[in-house]
């Protein structure tokens, strides 16, 4: 028999707002860049509310309602479905985002038959590596983070003008043994 989920997900709703840009700034690795108003609100309208490739759905505590965490679906290709989740701090390590992924993966695979499941995250987080493997999830590739990403691109830039490009390039991800991982998931029945 199986065991009844501890969360739903429902779509983000105005009154989300505040709970969803919190636990962005508290959890990504650019969530410092969301204390600015402007850049916080930008993100809600662009990429919660106006992003057609991506749906964003709240992680609720079944029982109350409470919000502990939020996830979205993305629709990479004609081929590919990359979920992603972000799960509040207080609630970190309580099983709610195995739970929240197990949910996505229904999804994924009632509404996009065919279609791969993928995730992606930074080799140096435990926790959400751990919810992938949990899940089914097996690594299927390696890439460049994308602070290796950034950082290359803005030595190029120095280095047009110019510029020393050694800081920008010493405090990248991949010196550090950090990539990021994707995992190929087992859509649930």
């Given at each position: 028999?199986?065991?009844?989920?501890?969360?739903?997900?429902?779509?983000?709703?105005?009154?989300?707002k505040e709970f969803l840009l919190e636990t962005l700034k508290?959890?990504?690795?650019?969530?410092?860049?969301?204390?600015?108003?402007?850049?916080?609100?930008?993100?809600?309208e662009r990429s919660v509310l106006g992003n057609k490739t991506?749906?964003?759905?709240?992680?609720?505590?079944?029982?109350?309602?409470?919000?502990?965490?939020?996830?979205?679906?993305?629709?990479?290709?004609?081929?590919?479905?990359?979920?992603?989740?972000?799960?509040?701090?207080?609630?970190?390590?309580?099983?709610?985002?195995?739970?929240?992924?197990?949910?996505?993966?229904?999804?994924?695979?009632?509404?996009?038959?065919?279609?791969?499941?993928?995730?992606?995250?930074?080799?140096?987080?435990?926790?959400?590596?751990?919810?992938?493997?949990?899940?089914?999830?097996?690594?299927?590739?390696?890439?460049?983070?994308?602070?290796?990403?950034?950082?290359?691109?803005?030595?190029?830039?120095?280095?047009?003008?110019?510029?020393?490009?050694?800081?920008?390039?010493?405090?990248?991800?991949s010196l550090r043994g950090i990539y990021t991982v994707v995992?190929?998931?087992?859509?649930?029945?």
């Amino acid at each position: 028999m199986e065991e009844k989920s501890r969360v739903i997900l429902r779509p983000v709703e105005e009154s989300d707002k505040e709970f969803l840009l919190e636990t962005l700034k508290l959890t990504s690795d650019v969530g410092e860049a969301y204390n600015d108003p402007k850049m916080a609100e930008n993100y809600w309208e662009r990429s919660v509310l106006g992003n057609k490739t991506m749906r964003y759905l709240m992680v609720c505590l079944a029982d109350s309602n409470r919000s502990v965490a939020y996830c979205s679906l993305q629709d990479i290709d004609s081929d590919v479905i990359e979920i992603g989740l972000n799960v509040y701090p207080e609630y970190q390590g309580m099983g709610y985002g195995a739970e929240a992924v197990k949910g996505l993966l229904k999804i994924t695979a009632e509404e996009y038959p065919g279609k791969e499941v993928i995730i992606r995250t930074r080799s140096d987080n435990a926790g959400s590596v751990r919810i992938a493997e949990k899940c089914g999830g097996r690594i299927i590739r390696k890439e460049k983070t994308q602070y290796d990403i950034i950082a290359e691109k803005l030595a190029k830039m120095a280095e047009e003008v110019g510029e020393d490009t050694s800081e920008i390039l010493s405090n990248r991800d991949s010196l550090r043994g950090i990539y990021t991982v994707v995992y190929r998931m087992e859509k649930e029945d």
